[in-house]
């Protein structure tokens, strides 16, 4: 009985001391080996008077293992016959296996009343195995499926190696019909107590004749290793795989290359390169896709879209080859090969004729025979030219003979030329259109040709002398003739001249133009190129349509939810999921401030009458998928996709701001963005056909990033958005919340992203994550629930994304408290998914650069802090900064992201290739990231002891409800210069993170942001962050609740959830809160659940220690049917003394109900003294519904 007693204590004491110190009694990690009796070594000094033993450190309602006492011992272990202790208190094991590895609790009991819990033993199992995994010969340890070729007479070998106990082994094969054995030798050797076991097959191709997935599996009852089996992927080099038929693929250099698979269900299949069809095949890419999906790239030029699909984007000649795709499910093999070939277009883009001087009309003058040469310059593959003359010509009339065909090979492309001889047969000929053009197998590739006029003139030696008789005539004729052709001079140098002088005139004003408005381009391009087919404007127009869906599939193809896997790139119409999509309706009524309703699908945003408008701003939060959205635009004009609205649209133009600063034409921004470096279409045809095109939709994304929004000059972007161009395209704008233009149409319409609710979320696990997997959504489903910071952050799409996919993938998912918490956890990931694939010698460089990030912190935050945020740069730029090998750990990683763009030179060149040349941007994956190492470099800095941040004028205050004010300096309301420019709406997270990264800093941090009016809501978030201190928490907690605690229909949901979150800290533990106002917020009360609720779908519940709760409405109509609901939530908290309506003006005032008719509630408020008013109306609450009124 005095024992039990004890031990009921016991838990108590160890919410007091659990934390206690070790000392050397019982060291706090211990190894034991299995197979063997395993001693947890304690020395206790004698006299205690009882030791409990448990296998776990959490022991509050566990069962002790033994408990060792004077009496005796006993316990659920000792009574099984599993465990035993010593007199001194070490626990025995008997018969180690791996489930003995576990976290052990010690228990030391000196008397019957003094007693503590000494120590937390971490017991590691040591199976005294070289090897703690079945491993396949020549495969890597690291890689879950590995690649061999197979040949006569080879073998495929897995063995285990000095394991204590011998491990049988046995290989299957993998089928779509299941697992089957196939035969194979075993053999064991012991060497002084430790096997060796080893398992051979020399025949893996039973089922399958090109590809086939071989397991090693091992028998280990108990629990020797590790990993149970391995498995590799075994193609066979005895046969040639081919296809009876080879499709070609011709593709341009710097495009995307594509290669689809087979449509067959398949478990698993390779991609492979031969230069020739006679070559050895080199693997590039090969993919499994059993219950472990797995993949592996031999070059980072390709990647597996879809786990299928074969791609490169920026095809370059190294690219050319033979590419086969082997898929196979076990029993059947299905083959595709392509034979790619990169083409380059020449420069210039047409052939050229050695005499031209490449103008417009060229004609030549020449012999009536002799020689000539037709060149193109710079083409791959080589290609045929011949030459033929007008169809009008007789065929004796002009013949080519003697035709040379001479290709040189430039580096990979190649200069043709032909050059030929000629010779005109008939006298009456002195003009002739001679055409020289691209021929053969290649001509569907390319459709070049130049037509150029030959002008013959005539020699002596083939002037014939006439009769003597036909003096006179042929005299008569001459003077005709001439007077002819002087008169013909006449009438073609007077319309030349015109001609010119209205040339002239065009290009001095087209000149002109370009003074004020930089459209045009600098170059005639009709000059440019000679004696080319000019196409039409049709045409034209095709060939721009044609050119923006080949870029926009390039974006919404290569979709990365987790950016260190590279090889997983989605098209997005397969991750694409919609989340919450709400539009503004009453802005400039009462009060100033407009309402958000839902509205139904992102389609609705052109199709709903509700938001009809050609100017609409997307608006939304960071992470919450404003850029996704346009991918998904982009995918449905792409694909004419019948449900959307853009399958009608001819144009769409979608551009990425970031990238347009110092380019102040969007027909400059579309050429140079957009199309292709080749890419014939001038800026004057890209203004002409949108400008004759009607049906257009322009979609400029990520205003809050666009680097020329602050500039003194007008672009076209701003010119766009205010209707001054374009104004009968619709256009959308996407942007942060936070960030919206200084000025816009009033008839524009706002869009906002209001991110998942449950319903999306489960609708992406299933569509992007686990497909069918039930059992597997529940479990990401069920971690989601577990860490309840989660609910609130993983409303952010972004940040579900990557929580659902790392939670898939990994077998452990800790616990946050915090954002900062999971925001390090997901970074952690980022560098151990790296690490993983080197070896031992390099991980030592990669935990360097994982915790020694400084020069990238101030780089990331002095680029925020900029007056005009810099955070793109160029790749040499960062290099130079962080040096070669961390710059390329983290664009490996995929912290940091390299972007192509074309850069052009200011210089002429006759060249297209010098004219416009590729530059590599680098930025951060997402600005949250840029913010998540900026924030590590304030936490530094604030926590020196030195470092205060104040504000010069104690009136001023933040934007967080004056986003339209934009313009307003920010040295009118920060003034410290470490932290100008850094508002913190715009960059939010980089408070929060610093808050979480560093307690000293956070204190500071919070409360600088409180001496500001509007900066206390936001030194909520920051609070939340922290860690540490639980009454330095609370303290914080009630100075913010001793003065009025604001919740908004403007706050984002983010702020709202975190407010109540405050709220229920401090009514749960006794804190008075002063004042709660809910601004045009409220929508409903729920009895049930005693709370009320939120327009934003939140719920505030019954807060005990609430003095005063007001209520403010736009309209009287808002409360009609609510008051008594609110008077009943009203009693439901036990220290409200206040309660208020207002409202925006006395007229709704007026109209307030005369009487309430719930007795029982007004009983309850009238005992409890509670005084109702009604803006300036005020009364005392009666019962019976009686009340006095006084204005």
Request: aromatic fraction near 10%; include cysteine; glycine fraction near 6%.
């Amino acid at each position: 009985m005095e024992l039990r007693c004890v031990l009921f204590m016991v838990p108590f004491g160890l919410f007091l001391i659990i934390a206690g110190h070790a000392n050397s009694t019982c060291p706090s990690l211990q190894y034991i080996v299995i197979g063997t009796t395993g001693v947890i070594q304690c020395s206790f000094e004698e006299g205690f008077f009882g030791v409990l033993w448990y296998n776990y450190t959490e022991i509050l309602h566990q069962e002790a293992l033994i408990i060792l006492r004077k009496s005796g011992k006993s316990g659920v272990g000792y009574n099984a016959g599993e465990y035993d202790v010593y007199p001194n208190g070490s626990l025995v094991i008997y018969n180690v296996s791996k489930h003995h590895e576990s976290n052990y609790t010690v228990i030391l009991l000196q008397t019957t009343t003094d007693f503590s819990v000494d120590f937390i033993i971490n017991v590691l199992v040591n199976a005294e195995t070289f090897i703690p995994y079945t491993r396949i010969y020549q495969c890597s340890d690291i890689m879950k499926v590995c690649l061999q070729q197979w040949d006569k007479n080879s073998e495929i070998v897995c063995y285990v190696q000095d394991a204590r106990l011998m491990i049988p082994l046995k290989w299957i094969v993998r089928t779509i019909s299941g697992d089957r054995n196939i035969s194979s030798d075993l053999s064991v050797t012991n060497e002084t107590s430790y096997f060796t076991s080893a398992v051979t097959t020399t025949n893996p191709f039973i089922f399958s004749s090109f590809l086939t997935l071989l397991a090693c599996k091992a028998e280990d009852p108990m629990g020797l290793l590790t990993r149970t089996q391995s498995t590799v992927l075994i193609l066979n080099n005895k046969l040639n795989p081919t296809s009876e038929n080879v499709i070609t693929k011709y593709l341009q250099t710097g495009s995307k290359m594509r290669l689809d698979c087979s449509d067959n269900e398949f478990s698993f299949l390779l991609w492979h390169l031969k230069k020739t069809l006679e070559d050895k095949p080199t693997p590039v890419v090969y993919a499994v896709l059993t219950e472990d999906v797995f993949s592996h790239r031999y070059n980072d030029d390709y990647a597996l879209q879809n786990y299928s699909s074969l791609v490169v984007h920026g095809v370059r000649m190294k690219h050319e080859g033979f590419y086969s795709c082997i898929s196979g499910n076990g029993m059947t093999d299905v083959i595709i090969v392509y034979n790619v070939i990169a083409f380059v277009l020449p420069v210039p883009a047409h052939p050229v004729i050695e005499g031209c001087n490449h103008e417009q009309y060229c004609v030549l003058e020449v012999q009536r025979q002799g020689n000539l040469t037709c060149t193109l310059t710079g083409i791959r593959p080589p290609v045929q030219l011949d030459v033929t003359a007008g169809f009008h010509l007789s065929p004796n009339g002009i013949e080519f003979f003697d035709k040379h065909l001479v290709s040189y090979d430039n580096g990979g492309a190649f200069d043709v030329s032909l050059v030929f001889k000629y010779r005109v047969k008939e006298t009456e000929i002195h003009r002739v259109t001679v055409e020289c053009r691209v021929v053969g197998a290649e001509i569907d590739l390319f459709h070049l040709s130049t037509k150029f006029d030959m002008l013959f003139t005539t020699v002596e030696s083939e002037k014939i002398p006439p009769p003597r008789g036909q003096n006179w005539i042929i005299f008569v004729l001459l003077t005709v003739v001439l007077c002819l052709m002087v008169l013909c001079g006449i009438v073609f140098i007077r319309v030349f001249r015109k001609r010119r002088g209205i040339n002239r005139y065009n290009t001095n004003d087209s000149r002109a133009h370009e003074g004020n408005d930089s459209h045009g381009p600098t170059l005639n391009e009709e000059e440019a190129i000679p004696m080319t087919k000019q196409l039409t404007t049709l045409e034209k127009q095709r060939l721009f349509i044609a050119q923006l869906k080949s870029k926009y599939e390039d974006l919404y193809d290569a979709v990365q939810p987790i950016p260190y896997i590279k090889d997983r790139l989605y098209c997005v119409d397969r991750v694409f999921v919609e989340g919450g999509i709400e539009y503004l309706v009453g802005i400039g009524t009462i009060g100033g401030h407009g309402t958000w309703k839902t509205l139904g699908t992102y389609q609705d945003i052109f199709n709903d009458t509700r938001v009809k408008s050609v100017r609409r701003i997307l608006e939304g939060e960071p992470g919450y998928g404003k850029s996704t959205l346009t991918l998904q635009l982009a995918y449905d004009w792409c694909n004419e996709i019948p449900a959307s609205f853009l399958c009608k649209v001819d144009i769409l133009i979608l551009l990425r701001l970031r990238q347009l600063g110092g380019v102040t034409s969007i027909y400059k921004a579309i050429k140079q963005f957009i199309l292709p470096i080749d890419s014939t279409l001038s800026e004057n045809d890209i203004k002409t056909i949108i400008s004759n095109n009607s049906s257009v939709v322009v979609v400029l994304d990520g205003f809050d990033e666009y680097p020329d929004q602050d500039k003194g000059y007008e672009s076209d972007v701003i010119n766009i958005i205010m209707k001054k161009m374009f104004q009968q395209f619709e256009v959308i704008l996407t942007t942060r919340s936070s960030f919206l233009p200084k000025n816009y149409p009033a008839q524009t319409k706002r869009i906002r992203l209001t991110g998942f609710d449950d319903t999306a979320r489960d609708q992406y696990i299933q569509k992007a994550v686990v497909g069918d997997d039930i059992e597997a959504a529940e479990k990401i489903k069920r971690r989601l629930k577990d860490n309840a910071v989660l609910a609130g952050l993983c409303q952010v799409p972004l940040f579900f994304v990557l929580f659902a996919h790392m939670s898939h993938e990994s077998k452990h998912f800790q616990k946050f408290n915090s954002v900062t918490s999971f925001f390090r956890y997901m970074i952690s990931c980022f560098h151990s998914h790296m690490k993983n694939k080197f070896k031992d010698e390099n991980v030592k460089k990669f935990n360097l650069f994982e915790t020694k990030h400084q020069e990238l912190d101030k780089l990331a935050f002095e680029g925020l802090r900029g007056k005009e945020q810099q955070i793109v740069w160029t790749k040499e730029q960062l290099c130079k900064k962080l040096g070669l090998d961390f710059y390329n750990q983290y664009v490996s990683i995929g912290i940091l992201v390299e972007e192509e763009v074309l850069a052009f030179r200011d210089e002429p060149s006759g060249l297209i290739t010098e004219h416009v040349q590729y530059t590599t941007e680098v930025r951060f994956y997402h600005k949250l990231f840029c913010e998540w190492y900026a924030a590590h470099y304030l936490a530094e800095y604030a926590s020196k002891d030195d470092v205060t941040f104040n504000l010069n004028n104690t009136d001023s205050s933040f934007r967080f409800l004056q986003h339209q004010q934009r313009d307003i300096s920010y040295n009118d309301w920060n003034t410290d210069p470490f932290l100008r420019y850094l508002d913190p709406i715009d960059v939010q997270f980089l408070y929060r993170f610093a808050c979480g990264l560093n307690p000293v800093a956070g204190k500071k941090i919070i409360e600088y942001l409180r001496q500001s009016k509007e900066g206390g809501k936001f030194a909520i978030l920051c609070i939340l962050e922290q860690e540490g201190n639980v009454e330095d928490l609370l303290e914080t907690v009630r100075q913010l609740c001793s003065s009025v605690v604001q919740i908004a229909s403007n706050h984002n949901l983010l702020l709202q959830r975190s407010t109540i979150q405050l709220l229920e800290i401090a009514s749960s533990n006794e804190i008075p809160i002063s004042s709660v106002v809910l601004d045009r917020c409220f929508q409903s009360v729920d009895l049930k659940e005693e709370c009320l609720c939120l327009s934003s779908g939140l719920q505030l519940p019954k807060l005990d220690t609430l003095r005063e709760l007001v209520i403010r409405f736009v309209i009287f109509e808002d409360i009609r049917g609510k008051a008594g609901g609110i008077l009943d939530y009203s009693a439901s908290c036990v220290g409200l003394k206040s309660l208020k309506f207002t409202y925006a003006s006395v007229l709704d005032v007026i109209l307030l109900p005369q009487s309430f008719d719930d007795g029982d509630v007004l009983a309850c408020l009238r005992r409890k003294n509670c005084k109702g008013k009604s803006s300036v109306i005020s009364g005392r609450c009666k019962e019976g519904g009686q009340h006095s009124k006084t204005v």
